[in-house]
C-alpha cells in the first residue's frame, strides 16, 4: 500500500527559531493535508493543499504541495511554546477519499 | 460544540471482553471514518462509510471488529473477543463529500482501549 515517510522524526529547537519537515511518498497524491496532535487528543487539521506546487499560509504555518506531486513540505516560523506536539502529514490519491498518514514529527521546544 | 465526539474517551478492559466505541460525527457531514492509531505511529485507516452504506474495509479489521452505521448519522465501532493487541486509540473523523468540497477529515479526541 502507500507509504508516507516523514522527517525528521523528531525535533529540538530553541523558542522563536524556525522549523521545516517534509513528507515524501513513492505514491502521486492529489490532496495533502497536515494535521497536529497533542497528547491524548485526536489530530487536528492545520493546511490543506489541492494543486501540485501550492503555496498555502496558516498565520505561521507554510505548507507546500511538491511539483512532482511526490512530497509535501510544512514551515513554522518564530516558533512558541503552543507548537509542541507531533505533526502528521497525510495524502490522499485520485478517487480515493481515505487518508494515508505518516508516522510524524515530533517537535519539542525549549523555552 | 458541533466538532466530531467520541465515547468513552477511555476504556479498560480485560482480555476476551467486548468494547463497544460510539462515533457522533459532525451534523452535515456524509462521510464517517475510523482509525487506529498506536504508539509513535500515525492513524492507520479501518474503515469508512458514505451515510449509512460502508464502503471500505481495510485488512487491519479482522472478523473480530465491525462497525455500523444504521441512519447515517452516528456510527459504533466494536470489537470482540479483545486481545491485547488491539489496546490504541480509536479515532472517529467525518466529512462533507460534495461537489464543491475536498473532503477534509475532522477528527474526534479518540477513544484510548487498554486491553489487560
Known amino acids: 500500500g502507500q507509504q508516507l515517510n516523514q522527517s525528521p522524526q523528531s525535533m529540538f529547537i530553541q523558542e522563536g527559531e524556525d522549523v521545516s519537515m517534509n513528507c515524501t511518498s513513492s505514491s502521486i497524491f492529489n490532496t495533502w493535508l497536515w494535521y497536529k496532535q497533542d497528547p491524548g487528543e485526536g489530530p487536528v487539521l492545520l493546511i490543506a493543499?489541492?494543486?501540485?506546487?501550492e503555496l498555502t499560509s496558516n498565520g505561521r504555518l507554510t505548507a507546500q504541495f511538491g511539483i512532482t506531486r511526490k512530497d509535501s513540505f510544512l514551515n513554522i516560523s518564530a516558533s512558541i511554546p503552543s507548537d509542541v506536539g507531533i505533526y502528521f502529514c497525510?495524502?490522499?490519491?485520485?478517487?480515493?477519499?481515505?487518508?494515508?498518514f505518516g508516522q510524524g514529527t515530533r517537535l519539542t521546544i525549549n523555552p | 460544540d458541533t466538532g466530531v465526539s467520541q465515547d468513552p474517551r477511555h476504556k479498560i478492559t480485560k482480555r476476551g471482553q467486548n468494547v463497544t466505541f460510539r462515533c457522533d460525527p459532525i451534523?452535515?457531514?456524509?462521510?464517517l471514518y475510523w482509525y487506529r492509531q498506536t504508539l509513535g505511529q500515525g492513524p492507520e485507516f479501518l474503515t469508512y462509510f458514505q451515510n449509512e452504506a460502508q464502503l471500505e474495509k481495510s485488512r487491519l479489521l479482522s472478523d473480530r471488529f465491525s462497525a455500523e452505521r444504521p441512519k447515517g448519522s452516528f456510527s459504533t465501532l466494536e470489537i470482540q473477543r479483545t486481545e491485547q493487541g488491539d489496546s490504541a486509540m480509536y479515532l472517529c473523523a467525518s466529512s462533507l463529500l460534495g461537489p464543491t468540497n475536498t473532503g477534509e477529515l475532522f477528527f474526534g479526541e479518540g477513544s484510548r482501549l487498554t486491553v489487560l
Open positions: 497525510a495524502g490522499s490519491i485520485q478517487g480515493a477519499q481515505k487518508l494515508v
Open positions: 493543499l489541492y494543486k501540485a506546487g
Open positions: 451534523s452535515e457531514h456524509n462521510r
